[in-house]
């Protein structure tokens, strides 16, 4: 009888199991879903509007599109969408990985500083002609908010890895960071000239209006590299939310462990804000999103942190061409206006689930 009663417990859990896998995949799916009609919307909006059936005819078969639609859609339209979900992606799994092995809900580029020093390394360029990497002169404003951004991430990783350091320990770092570059920042622009202030202020707004093919591609071989890594770790990362000591107790290196993730991550940040500027709160809200609706475990965790940041930069990008009418906004100041408040919504949803 107790035999029996154990057989029916086990398939009544493994029944559960399933069905919660089930459903967790069809979440995933459904963020799929909605980011392809983001996407879609994001290719018919702008100052010519064109309808959804317009669009989609002339993605599958350009060949019997006008040319004035086959260049809108092919040239200007599509990779700045594209762009929209891979600097999206890119910076929602970034943000996902620096709370995992951080243990911080706040940890993101943007509130770590990683942002503010990718601005000012822009800023080094715009106004000083400064290249860090001289070779590469004529990429000298990626390239300087890339290598800043890569230090900013380095440095808030070996900072963490210091006896005694908390997690409340790194949050302040960040915020001291974000202050410091974005000090050094307003220094800069009080130095520039007209021309170089413009150009400054226009690229710390963020902005995917500059998108090329050539970028999509680089961001999208950032992905392509990195998540795999992400998905290859995924029990170890999962595992590293139970604590240090669990994860050791595991045979998890937890040191290297930390240090090939952000290295990792300050490659996946670091590439998109370097192309389009600062973008905030994506890579906060994002993660939160997927883990209210999917949980911890980083086989599904991290797929739903991707498609939720894409999803959310995707409908950034529709809505910043639909606010004003015939203008479109620059999308790093409408992820502050959405993000902000959709991050309260966040913190007093949870606060109410733990009642």
């Known amino acids: 009888m107790a035999q029996i009663t154990a057989e ?17 995949i069809l979440i995933i799916f459904g963020l799929l879903i909605g980011l392809t009609f983001t996407v879609s919307a994001d290719m018919a909006l ?20 006008s040319t004035q639609l086959r ?20 910076l929602s799994v970034a943000g996902a990985q620096m709370q995992t092995i951080l243990a911080n809900p706040l940890a993101s580029p943007f509130t770590l500083g990683i942002s503010a020093a990718a601005s000012f390394g822009a800023a080094l360029a715009l106004v000083g002609g400064v290249a860090i990497f001289p ?49 050094a920042l307003s220094f800069l622009e009080y130095l520039a000239s007209e021309q170089a202030l413009a ?17 999509v591609y680089i961001t999208f071989a950032i992905i392509a590299v990195t998540v795999p ?34 290295l990792t991550v300050s490659l996946l940040a670091a590439v998109p804000v370097s192309f389009v500027g600062t973008i905030g709160f994506v890579g906060l809200v994002g993660p939160h999103i997927a883990r209210m609706i999917v949980g911890e475990d980083q086989r599904f965790f991290l797929p739903a942190s991707l498609l939720a940041g894409a999803l959310l930069l995707s409908a950034t990008s529709v809505l910043s061409k639909i606010l004003i009418p015939g203008a479109i906004l620059p999308i790093g100041v409408i992820t502050a206006l959405v993000g902000v ?15």
């Open 8 to 24: 029916t417990t086990q398939i009544a859990g493994r029944d559960q199991y399933r069905a919660l896998v089930a459903r967790r």
């Open 46 to 65: 702008g100052p010519a509007n064109y309808s959804l059936s317009e669009v989609i005819s002339t993605i599958l078969s350009p060949s019997t599109a």
């Open 71 to 90: 260049v809108v859609i092919w040239d200007i339209r599509m990779p700045i969408a594209l762009m929209a979900i891979t600097v999206g992606a890119s």
């Open 135 to 183: 070779i590469a002169i004529h990429y000298m404003v990626p390239i300087n908010a890339f290598l800043m951004a890569v230090a900013a991430a380095l440095f808030i990783h070996f900072a963490s890895t210091m006896r005694g350091v908390t997690v409340e320990t790194i949050v302040l770092l960040g915020i001291a960071l974000v202050f410091t570059f974005n000090a």
């Open 199 to 215: 150009a400054v202020v226009f690229w710390t707004m963020g902005s995917l209006t500059k998108a090329t093919w050539e970028k």
């Open 229 to 262: 890594v992400f998905m290859k770790q995924a029990w170890a990362l999962t595992a590293l939310r139970l604590g240090d000591d669990k994860a050791a107790s595991m045979g998890i290196n937890v040191r290297r462990l930390r240090l090939q993730t952000m």
């Open 341 to 355: 408040p959709f991050f309260f919504v966040l913190i007093f949803s949870s606060r109410k689930r733990a009642w």
